[in-house]
């Protein structure tokens, strides 16, 4: 789609960043980050990812960023749905618990506690994480979409990844997102089957 020798990935996650770049490595793509471009974050980066599905934002976050940068753009938009909860969080799930006010794990940590909170009581807990991936070129836009199922557990286990991990258990690992190391998660993720999904997409496969 393009023969650019050099991408933004646009995310300011470093959990994100974990997962992704040892998948661009593998792939031989050059990825540089926001920080690296020296991109500093702005208060309009928080409005860009105001649609109503994972598609719209993740698009909206991948073609701002490659306007500004002038380079193409990979970015993505991804959350956790709940069955019992209509789909919650959902394109919410970064800010489910309301608090603006945290970053990082204080801020994971108040999402899982609200998550608990919405669930007690509940005994089907069927849920699915999902990605979109995306890519912004000078020439147009790619995306593509990856879930995996599971469950949400009573508490927590692991201390890896980020996010709801350590309360989600992937049916296909036996295990939660917390406990299962990059390598083992990154074989069945939303994340990681997305992007692997647009890579193939982008050599045409």
């Known amino acids: 789609m393009t023969g650019s020798s050099r991408y933004v990935l646009a995310t300011r996650s470093s959990g994100k960043l974990r997962e992704?770049?040892?998948l661009?490595?593998?792939?031989?793509?050059?990825?540089?980050?926001l920080d690296r471009l020296g991109i500093?974050?702005?208060?309009?980066?928080?409005?860009?990812?105001?649609?109503?599905?994972?598609?719209?934002n993740a698009l909206a976050k991948a073609t701002y960023f490659r306007d500004i940068?002038?380079?193409?753009?990979?970015?993505?938009?991804?959350?956790?749905?709940?069955?019992?909860?209509?789909?919650?969080?959902?394109?919410?799930?970064?800010?489910?618990?309301?608090r603006t006010d945290l970053i990082g794990l204080a801020l994971d940590e108040a999402n899982n506690a609200?998550?608990?909170?919405?669930?007690?009581?509940?005994?089907?807990?069927?849920?699915?994480?999902?990605?979109?991936a995306a890519l912004?070129?000078?020439?147009?836009?790619?995306?593509r979409r990856?879930?995996?199922?599971?469950?949400?557990?009573?508490?927590?286990?692991?201390?890896?990844g980020f996010g709801y991990d350590p309360l989600f258990?992937?049916?296909?690992?036996?295990?939660?997102?917390?406990e299962a190391s990059r390598r083992e998660k990154e074989c069945v993720s939303h994340r990681g089957r997305a992007f692997h999904a647009l890579l193939g997409a982008m050599r045409g496969g």
């Open 20 to 22: 992704l770049e040892p």
């Open 24 to 33: 661009f490595a593998n792939a031989r793509i050059e990825v540089v980050t």
């Open 40 to 56: 500093r974050e702005s208060e309009r980066e928080a409005e860009i990812e105001a649609f109503s599905t994972f598609e719209e």
């Open 69 to 98: 940068t002038g380079l193409p753009t990979f970015a993505d938009d991804s959350g956790l749905e709940v069955v019992a909860l209509g789909g919650e969080p959902g394109v919410r799930s970064k800010r489910w618990s309301g």
């Open 114 to 132: 609200e998550l608990l909170r919405a669930l007690a009581g509940v005994t089907s807990r069927g849920a699915r994480y999902v990605c979109v």
């Open 136 to 143: 912004a070129t000078s020439t147009g836009v790619l995306t």
């Open 146 to 160: 990856g879930e995996v199922e599971g469950e949400i557990l009573d508490a927590g286990r692991g201390s890896g």
């Open 169 to 178: 258990f992937a049916t296909e690992l036996g295990m939660t997102f917390g």
